[in-house]
């Protein structure tokens, strides 16, 4: 018994990942730290709207969460790291979490 528990901890110990990078990255844009991505940009990172006002001269704003498909990676970085943005929370999230979730939306712009 002793063998077979060292030979299953040799292996996860050995073993990349128990999710792959496509997994991780979905997990990563769904909840980063309490909030995912998703809950503003959509499941396809297209934007959704947030709120709506009304104006007292019947207009109606919108406040709409950017299409963050279409953005190089300087542009998403600076977004995800930058305190400037008054509705994003900052996620303090690490090189390694913004590279993966660029490859996220972008591997679902390709599809």
Same mark, same amino acid.
């Given at each position: 018994?002793?063998?077979?528990v060292?030979v299953?901890?040799? &292996?996860f110990?050995?073993?990349?990942? =128990?999710?792959?990078?496509d997994?991780?990255?979905?997990?990563?844009?769904?909840?980063?730290?309490?909030?995912?991505?998703?809950?503003?940009?959509?499941?396809?990172?297209?934007?959704?709207?947030?709120?709506?006002?009304?104006?007292?001269?019947?207009?109606?704003?919108k406040?709409?969460?950017?299409?963050?498909?279409?953005?190089? =990676?300087?542009? =998403?970085?600076?977004?995800? &790291?930058?305190?400037?943005?008054?509705?994003?929370?900052?996620? =303090?999230? &690490?090189?390694?979490?913004?590279? &993966?979730?660029?490859?996220y939306?972008?591997?679902?712009?390709?599809?």
């Open positions: 018994m002793k063998r077979l060292l299953l901890i040799a &292996t110990a050995l073993a990349d990942s =128990f999710i792959t990078k997994e991780y990255a979905k997990m990563l844009y769904k909840n980063p730290r309490g909030i995912g991505c998703d809950k503003c940009h959509g499941i396809d990172g297209k934007g959704l709207v947030l709120g709506r006002y009304h104006r007292d001269d019947n207009t109606t704003v406040v709409i969460a950017p299409d963050i498909t279409h953005i190089g =990676f300087q542009k =998403f970085y600076e977004a995800l &790291t930058s305190a400037k943005h008054k509705l994003m929370p900052h996620y =303090f999230l &690490t090189d390694h979490e913004i590279k &993966t979730l660029y490859y939306l972008n591997k679902k712009r390709t599809k």
